[in-house]
């Protein structure tokens, strides 16, 4: 699975989804046309010795307007309410209940720790848990616009009947919608259908009116009966299309599950409990949202089934099945140590690793997943502990963000104790003095785990904590690019405003100078003088997305923290395979030395994560030791 290719091809789809839906239009048009004229038609024939007239130009002008406006305006509405809501939207709208990040609830717990280590394994943000209390069968969902708002879904039917191994291969399919940018091509389905099915509403409606009318009834009635009729046939094509869409999504995903926990019994397990238990959504507005589920939410017959029979499912995962080797998998997880504490230099082929690095992005395998839960299972349980509380949670962003410079980590605990007091600072420092020790490779995870639970606080209480976090990256008057990287990953979470900031379309030429920029301060990481950094420059411009010639001068004027945010934003809205040249370009600026520490493999995790490219851990770093002074470029 090529992250690049699976998102460039859910674009495709949705501009297909685009054309469809513009062809069903034009069809509804015609037909509601064709019943007003007929409709007239007969009115004026019962009044006057005249035949009725099939075309009429301003008939069809209004009647396209109309209907057409309705049914786009309807689509839009239910599109943009659902993509402004996030995933949490229709998660409430099925009847789930947000799962609190401290829950003490022993399948809750169990469900948190299966999402938290397939998030960290991807490199995506973590995302909100529901349960579906009310279903009792087998099934789940991811749903969301970005992965920054998205969340995962289970039935209390899956929580209960599924062991740990089956509930991963089934929360590892929902990643894998996820990775492939499926659940924005899903919302656009359900606005879809929604436009076509309010004219059927209109329709039921236009007859109800038409009983209580003496004069004129017939000719509405036979409209509305038109409307109604055509609504339907839309709605009916409108799930062929969406059934078309999801059937082969869904095989891709039980695929990716496969890949990313090497366990095909566990997936194939949960099939097989559907198989016997079934997978059944019963809330009203369950059918509107069917492509979106693990398994298929009611009973359709093949030709609309929004996913492939489960014996077929079944069959294709069987045949691959090896008992060792999920064997040696189970026992690589319970056994594998985590990262060491170190971050040594470790040498390696330059354009290699710049070209791994991208092939690693929406890549997580099954080590990823087993190095994951190592790592987890390794945090102390005072830490684990902290980062699922809210006050605890605050306090690890805050460890995250300290200096190693006593007298700068003393400016920042004394503000830190002014804006949030003696506990919170020597808590933070309990913390910090932990992550000195373990070092770099456990900051992202940290970070991931802490984001959702600070989500889950009120919009007074996020503020705050955003405040405290500006006030402690700006403390020593020069803000590191991973403190830069982190605080925007974290303003994008707590922060509504920050999320109504999008990059938008950029001229070719200010694309090319935002990429020189971003290259150049890249370029300082990790080089000990001006000529390894103009090497390093030249290096990575040589890969980059657009042709030069390049002026490393063009990009070495300093950065203010807004002005940075402005170019990853830019950068970060361009389409997957530009991206995809630029994050080998950003990795080749980094590692051109041919040395890399953990701490400079992070931040190259963290500016991926910035331009929307999840990169899962970089194993081959994970256990190098750490240096005293990480360099992670200045702002």
């Not at 209390?133 to 209960?160: K, M, P, W």
């Not at 809330?283 to 996913?307: D, I, Q, V």
Request: proline fraction near 5%.
């Amino acid at each position: 699975m090529d992250f690049f290719a699976a998102q460039d091809l859910a674009r495709r789809n949705s501009r297909r989804l685009v054309g469809w839906f513009a062809l069903a239009v034009i069809g509804i048009v015609a037909s509601v046309y064709l019943a007003l004229a007929i409709g007239l038609g007969l009115g004026a024939s019962a009044t006057a010795d005249a035949r009725p007239v099939l075309w009429d130009p301003q008939l069809f002008a209004v009647t396209a307007l109309v209907v057409g406006s309705f049914i786009l305006l309807a689509s839009l509405f239910k599109t943009l309410s659902l993509a402004r809501g996030g995933g949490a939207t229709i998660a409430r709208e099925l009847g789930g209940r947000l799962v609190a990040r401290a829950s003490n609830d022993p399948l809750e717990r169990r469900l948190i720790n299966v999402v938290d280590e397939m998030a960290i394994a991807s490199g995506v943000p973590v995302p909100a848990v529901y349960v579906l209390d009310a279903e009792q069968g087998i099934n789940a969902f991811a749903a969301g616009a970005r992965s920054t708002d998205g969340v995962v879904a289970v039935t209390r039917g899956a929580l209960e009947q599924l062991s740990r191994d089956e509930l991963q291969g089934v929360i590892a399919h929902e990643f894998s919608h996820i990775l492939n940018g499926d659940m924005r091509l899903n919302l656009r389905l359900i606005g879809v259908l929604h436009g076509i099915l309010l004219l059927t509403l209109a329709g039921r409606v236009l007859m109800r009116s038409a009983r209580g009318s003496d004069r004129g009834a017939a000719p509405m009635i036979l409209v509305g009966i038109a409307l109604v009729v055509v609504g339907y046939i839309g709605v009916l094509f409108g799930k062929l299309i969406k059934a078309a869409v999801s059937r082969q999504r869904e095989y891709l995903a039980d695929a990716a599950a496969v890949q990313f926990t090497r366990n095909p019994d566990g997936i194939a397990g949960a099939l097989k409990r559907i198989a016997g238990i079934g997978s059944t959504i019963r809330h009203p507005r369950a059918e509107e949202a069917s492509h979106m589920f693990f398994g298929s939410g009611g009973a359709a017959s093949r030709l609309f089934a929004t996913h492939p029979p489960i014996a077929e499912r079944i069959r294709r995962l069987d045949p691959a099945f090896d008992p060792a080797l999920a064997e040696a998998s189970r026992a690589r997880s319970a056994a594998a140590p985590a990262a060491d504490a170190a971050d040594t230099t470790t040498a390696l082929d330059a354009g290699a690793a710049a070209a791994g690095f991208a092939a690693s992005v929406g890549e997580p395998r099954a080590e990823h997943v087993a190095y994951t839960h190592a790592l987890l299972e390794r945090l102390p349980p005072w830490i684990a502990d902290a980062v699922h509380q809210a006050g605890g949670a605050r306090e690890v962003v805050f460890a995250l963000l300290l200096a190693r410079d006593t007298a700068v980590r003393e400016r920042q605990l004394a503000e830190l104790e002014k804006r949030s007091g003696t506990m919170a600072r020597a808590t933070t420092e309990r913390v910090a003095d932990w992550l000195r020790e373990a070092g770099p490779v456990y900051r992202l995870p940290l970070l991931d785990l802490a984001t959702p639970t600070l989500a889950e606080l009120s919009d007074e209480a996020r503020a705050q904590v955003v405040a405290t976090v500006d006030a402690l990256v700006v403390a020593d008057g020069r803000t590191s690019l991973f403190e830069f990287v982190l605080r925007r990953l974290l303003h994008h979470v707590l922060d509504p405003a920050a999320q109504r900031h999008g990059g938008g379309t950029s001229s070719p030429a200010r694309l090319k100078q935002n990429i020189a920029r971003l290259l150049a301060l890249l370029s300082q990481v990790g080089s000990g003088s001006k000529e390894a950094g103009r090497a390093a420059f030249e290096a990575a411009t040589a890969i980059a997305p657009i042709e030069g010639p390049w002026d490393i001068s063009a990009g070495t004027a300093r950065l203010d923290a807004r002005e940075l945010d402005r170019i990853l934003a830019e950068l970060g809205a361009t389409r997957p395979p530009f991206r995809k040249k630029l994050i080998e370009a950003c990795a080749t600026a980094v590692l051109t030395d041919a040395q890399v520490t953990a701490a400079e493999a992070e931040l190259l995790r963290a500016i991926a994560k910035a331009l929307d490219c999840p990169v899962p851990p970089q194993l081959r770093y994970a256990s190098a030791a750490a240096p005293a002074h990480p360099a992670d470029g200045r702002l």
